[in-house]
Every structure is written in C-alpha cells, then in structure tokens.
C-alpha cells in the first residue's frame, strides 16, 4: 500500500496551490479518502473528505468555501484544490484512505502560507 502526496510548497496568502495523491496497493474505488493536516504543536485536523464514488464531500468549517476535494478512480488519484489561502492553513497535509477497518497514510506534504 503506499499513497504519495505532491504538490505542497510556499504560497503568498490568497495564493491557491493543488495537492495531489496517487494510491496504489489497494481497490482506491472502495475506500472513502480524506485530507488531514498538523501544524506544529497542533493535533493533526481532518480537513475535507470525499465518499469511495465521489458523491458526497465534507469539510471543516474554516475551509468551507476555499477548499474542494475530488477524486479520479480510473487514475486512483485524490485532489485537494486550496484556494484563498490563509497563514493558518500552513501545515503539513496528509492523504487518507479509510475503510474496511483500515487506515492509511500517506508521509505528507508541506504547505506554507506566508508572504
């Protein structure tokens, strides 16, 4: 099983950045897949998650609006489009597969907001 996160990096705030996850190992159709971050000396944050079919989406309020998950099963890719970005967003951001009783991680991807 591994997942790789790409795409994080240094953005001015309002900047937009897109994170990417590739999965392999496991059927990426059957599991629901989520976004989490940790900011340093904070609890790590489930920040957007996306159902196995795409079809439904959640996020945390202080995303709502700025961030869009989506998903590509034929390509067993998950997105994170980030836009209107804020300081507080800088973390490191995480991709998630979770299902059947497990729970995989991905090592993560930095993102800093700062100008």
């Known amino acids: 099983v591994q997942l790789v996160e790409r795409g994080g990096g240094l953005v001015q705030p309002g900047g937009s950045l897109r994170l990417s996850c590739v999965v392999s190992?496991?059927?990426?159709?059957?599991?629901?897949m989520r976004w989490f971050r940790q900011a340093p000396g904070k609890e790590r944050e489930l920040v957007a998650g996306?159902?196995?079919?795409?079809?439904?989406?959640n996020y945390v309020d202080s995303v709502k609006g700025r961030f869009a998950v989506s998903r590509d099963n034929d390509k067993y890719m998950v997105y994170l489009q980030m836009n209107s970005l804020k300081p507080e967003d800088s973390a490191v951001y995480y991709c998630?597969?979770?299902?059947?009783?497990?729970?995989?991680w991905g090592q993560g991807t930095q993102v800093t907001v700062s100008s």
């Open positions: 998630n597969a979770h299902g059947f009783g497990h729970d995989y």
């Open positions: 190992g496991f059927t990426f159709a059957s599991y629901d």
């Open positions: 996306i159902t196995a079919s795409g079809g439904r989406t």
